[in-house]
Antibody, heavy 123, light 107 residues
């Protein structure tokens, strides 16, 4: 059974940092792209970042470029999101999601999601 | 930036058919995907590549595409289908984009 378990969320002051983790099990982690998707309270879904199987390619939504860094450790079956210079608008539930890529269509989607971890940026 | 447009809400009675639309200029060239999200839960993939249904998703869920609009159809709606539904796609060179979401109410 595929399982994704996020951790590391919490309350942080504006300008602060936080590192999210996602522990994966039930599938060959190193064979899949992985992504972070967030959802602000009462709002819709927003893709944040993704990373290729070997970590050689990483992509970010414009609003987090230069502040967030996605990474992975295939030996530990873990995905990470280092978040620096946090802003109030980064307040959201952050989901880790297994990502399937359709190369011929330059398309991707998310077939399994974790339960999410809440990040609150407030003074 | 690229946008996908969904109606904020759709209401149907049990047993009826619910249709949720999603519009975007790049949809004729890009696949669309649909997710169901119930309160306090993570999203669940219900349709991929416009019309494919993942294993474990009931047959009453189906997807279709016509021009710049894709549609999620739920036939014989049940009370348990009440949820928020999000479409997802991308434009030709941009990142993943989600629609704003549609709240399905089962009357």
């Amino acid at each position: 059974e595929v399982q994704l378990v996020e951790s590391g969320g919490g309350l942080v002051q504006p300008g602060g940092s936080l590192r999210l983790s996602c522990a994966a099990s039930g599938f060959t982690f190193s064979s899949y792209w992985m992504s972070w998707v967030r959802q602000a309270p009462g709002k819709g879904l927003e893709w944040v970042a993704n990373i290729k199987q070997d970590g050689s390619e990483k992509y970010y939504v414009d609003s987090v470029k230069g502040r967030f860094t996605i990474s992975r450790d295939n030996a530990k079956n873990s995905l990470y999101l280092q978040m620096n210079s946090l802003r109030a608008e980064d307040t959201a539930v952050y989901y880790c999601a297994r990502t399937l890529v359709v190369p011929a269509a330059m398309s991707e989607y998310f077939d399994y999601w974790g339960q999410g971890t809440l990040v609150t940026v407030s003074s | 930036s690229y946008e996908l447009t969904q109606p904020p809400s759709v209401s149907v009675s049990p047993g009826q058919t619910a249709r949720i639309t999603c519009s975007g200029d790049a949809l004729p060239k890009q696949y669309a995907y649909w997710y169901q999200q119930k309160p306090g839960q993570a999203p669940v993939l219900v349709i991929y590549k416009d019309s494919e249904r993942p294993s474990g998703i009931p047959e009453r869920f189906s997807g279709s595409s016509s021009g710049t609009t894709v549609t999620l159809t739920i036939s014989g709606v049940q009370a348990e289908d009440e949820a928020d539904y999000y479409c997802q796609s991308a434009d030709s060179s941009g990142p993943v984009v989600f629609g704003g979401g549609t709240k399905l109410t089962v009357l």
